[in-house]
């Protein structure tokens, strides 16, 4: 495998097609009701059942749509959803604050921080929106190329709406009127160091905002506390993660000592906060090009993820309730 790197956002091409106010959100209190309710007992049994059913009708007939970035939604949220929906609701026992932040239509740029050792903290981003968004809204999260390099993991991620982080198709997602994610910090930030948690990485050239006002999008500061802990790296092989063409060879208190249940995660109590919309509708397209403004706007995101996080954390009473 090549060396990993991370995609600048604010690179040209078209990189990612397939070949094809209110309180608080409590888990398990808001959105599509149809998707949650899992049941009891004997009639819990037969609605996944009847559920586990249609599903195999639908996908034999071939009743159900996959876009050209390769998104399934029918299977993206049957299956990815059934089984990441449990973590976020009892593992992670999720909190979600300031939804309404989110538009009801429309494109918008969601960006948040990113950490934890492995990616756990955009699918549950995912979730969250899915889940909890009053318009049942999708979150479409640009990745880097290691993802796409990765056997299974590259599928997996098409089918549940990722794409590559380039700008054009960002671009062309946002102009659907589509929800886009990205985490600035990269790799940098999924792979620190345990002892500089919740300190925010570089957020690279700001692409994301020349993006942002090149379509005319709202941006979304999002924070999240708790991955930051479900997997403390104390060390990184470096030789061993050249060998494997890898970013970082992360070292717990858990792997790579037990194996494969080291890739376990530690059940962190998360909360997700979506902050108030930075508008870039009043900026005219040819402003993505006034470097001062990009770099203006993208240090307001960065602090105003920055001072939640801090916020958050003198508010959370435990890492693990």
Request: glycine share 12%.
């Amino acid at each position: 495998m090549a060396d990993a790197k991370v995609i600048p956002f604010g690179e040209s091409g078209r990189r990612g097609r397939a070949a094809a106010g209110a309180p608080p959100v409590p888990p398990g209190a808001a959105g599509s009701e149809d998707r949650r309710s899992a049941g009891s007992g004997a009639a819990g049994l037969d609605e996944a059942l009847a559920r586990g059913l249609a599903f195999v009708r639908r996908r034999l007939s071939g009743d159900y749509e996959v876009d050209d970035f390769g998104y399934d939604e029918h299977l993206a949220d049957a299956v990815l959803g059934t089984v990441l929906r449990p973590l976020f609701e009892k593992y992670f026992r999720v909190e979600v604050r300031g939804m309404e932040n989110v538009p009801d239509t429309g494109g918008a740029l969601i960006v948040s921080n990113h950490s934890g050792t492995l990616p756990w903290d955009g699918v549950m981003l995912q979730v969250a929106i899915r889940d909890q968004h009053p318009a049942d809204r999708n979150l479409r999260l640009l990745a880097a190329d290691l993802v796409f390099q990765l056997p299974f993991f590259n599928w997996l991620a098409r089918k549940g709406g990722h794409t590559l982080a380039c700008v054009e198709d960002a671009e062309e997602l946002l102009g659907r009127g589509e929800l886009v994610g990205v985490m600035p910090e990269g790799f940098k930030g999924l792979g620190k160091p345990f002892a500089e948690r919740y300190k925010l990485q570089r957020f690279g050239r700001g692409g994301f905002v020349a993006t942002a006002l090149r379509t005319g999008v709202p941006i979304v500061p999002c924070s999240i506390v708790g991955a930051e802990e479900i997997h403390p790296m104390i060390g990184n092989a470096r030789v061993l993660a050249r060998v494997l063409g890898l970013p970082y060879f992360p070292v717990t208190p858990t792997f790579p000592w037990l194996g494969p249940l080291g890739t376990i995660p530690l059940p962190t109590k998360w909360t997700i906060q979506f902050g108030e919309p930075i508008e870039t509708a009043d900026q005219p397209p040819e402003a993505a090009e006034d470097p001062m403004l990009v770099f203006q706007l993208t240090d307001q995101v960065r602090e105003t993820i920055q001072h939640t996080l801090y916020k958050l954390l003198m508010a959370r009473r435990s890492v693990f309730f």
